[in-house]
């Protein structure tokens, strides 16, 4: 019965780091669509707007297959000049962008041409990849205010996760892009398209933060023998892509009676998770708390030690991990802006209360995530981790494999809202070095 819940938990750490790779090297594509004013006022603004477009497209990784792009031009109504599928080399919508030509007509439908953008640009039979977590980006260039209404195709295109970024001129209305652009602060603005490149570094640096920000959707679990020969650097991969030089990872194991027959599947869990780590080198640190009646450090963030199973006091297993394993003097890096995570597993209802050391933990910025069987308490369970939503529950924990799909979103979630985005800003050279990191 261990050799099988070793299986399974092995099973389950290997889909549980290949999603969450998936989900983290999403962020490195892009699919990137531009919607330009292509109406009588535009006329003399066009060549601006066109070499705009230019120069953006420049700096995305087209050749390699990370990003792709797509133009729409719209005045009474929208046409799509190219799809996100019908360009895969940077030549080919270098010149496809060098040949667009003003489409002109009057009046100016923002609305329908945001509707339709939605309806057929950012769909998979035309090369959309938002199904597989890839950010969709929507740049608008508008100098006009919209004939139309844009707030039902806005909206509808936020839900769809689609991140708009309205960029207006003089004759623009400015609330009108604050609607149509993802966040209010995203809306930015020119005298006239002329002075688009005065406002290029904004468009990536604030490009570059929603992307970082946005939590992908789940890409879909493939077959077990493409998982079994994924490299064993996955860790290290999303320690690059946040920006971190590692990460502390503690884990809080429920050590009580009722665990008796899921421990080794619990701890096996753990274990092959610590093999992922970049331990050796010094990156990543681990400590495990196993606690019933009362908690026992195992080993620190910079020590080690043996495992012992007693009782269930979750509540002051919490505060002992808050005070004891959480802290500089047991590894630590906290106040260096190293992400803290606790992964509790749990398999029953607390003897103590845990709504204190709960709450001491969320003070001190530990992002938590519990793991719960049948037993556990889901309120309590909920009370525990870092947001209701990221607290995940198995019949047994034999069936972790279950969950991995909602835990690779919930720890993506987490730590994205967790990593220092803003880079500085250091001029035009710094903005073509990063190669539009968006």
């Known amino acids: 019965e261990t050799n099988a819940g070793f299986s399974v938990v092995c099973c389950f750490l290997h889909l549980l780091l290949f999603d969450t790779w998936r989900a983290a090297t999403a962020l490195l594509n892009k699919d990137v669509v531009f919607l330009l004013d292509g109406s009588d006022g535009t006329r003399s603004g066009f060549p601006a707007m066109r070499d705009f477009v230019q120069r953006i497209v420049e700096k995305l990784n087209v050749d390699e297959g990370n990003d792709r792009v797509a133009v729409v031009q719209y005045s009474r109504e929208p046409e799509a000049q190219f799809y996100l599928i019908t360009h895969s080399r940077k030549d080919e919508v270098r ?7 003003h489409k002109g007509g009057r009046p100016l439908n923002t609305g329908a041409a945001l509707q339709f953008v939605r309806d057929n640009v950012f769909t998979a039979s035309s090369g959309s990849r938002r199904v597989e977590g890839v950010p969709q980006i929507l740049i ?66 604030s490009v570059d933060v929603v992307v970082t920000r946005v939590s992908p959707e789940p890409p879909t679990v493939i077959g077990t023998a493409k998982l079994f020969s994924t490299p064993c650097r996955v860790i290290k991969k999303l320690v690059k892509l946040r920006a971190f030089s590692g990460v502390d990872v503690v884990f809080l194991l429920d050590g009580s009676d009722g665990t008796s027959s899921g421990f080794p599947a619990m701890r ?25 009646r009362e908690p026992e450090a195992q080993f620190y963030l910079n020590t080690h030690s043996r495992k012992r199973r007693r009782p269930l006091n979750t509540g002051a297993a919490l505060q002992f991990v808050r005070d004891n394993v959480f802290t500089a003097s047991s590894g630590s890096r906290r106040v260096e802006g190293v992400p803290q995570i606790l992964v509790l597993l749990n398999g029953g209802r607390s003897n103590d209360n845990v709504d204190t050391p709960a709450s001491a933990l969320k003070g001190l910025g530990i992002l938590t995530i519990g793991i719960g069987t049948r037993n556990s308490d889901t309120r309590e369970l909920q009370k525990i981790s870092h947001d209701p939503n990221y607290a995940l529950s198995v019949p047994e924990f034999s069936d972790l494999p279950n969950i991995q799909q909602q835990l690779v979103s919930s720890m993506s979630t987490i730590l994205a809202k967790a990593t220092p985005i803003t880079p500085t800003v250091v001029g035009k050279n710094a903005m073509c070095a990063a190669k539009f990191s968006l």
């Open 268 to 292: 096996d869990f753990a274990q092959r998770i610590v093999e992922k780590l970049n331990v050796d080198e010094g990156n990543d640190r681990v400590a495990v708390v196993q606690y019933s």
């Open 140 to 205: 608008v260039l508008s100098a006009g205010r919209s004939n139309d209404n844009v707030d039902t195709p806005a909206s509808a295109l936020r839900d769809l996760g689609v991140l708009t970024f309205g960029i207006g001129t003089r004759n623009s209305d400015a609330r009108e892009l604050q609607k149509i652009s993802y966040e209010p602060s995203y809306a930015q603005s020119v005298s006239e398209f002329s002075d688009l490149p005065s406002i290029e570094q904004q468009l990536v640096s």
């Open 95 to 101: 010149d496809a962008i060098r040949n667009l030509r």
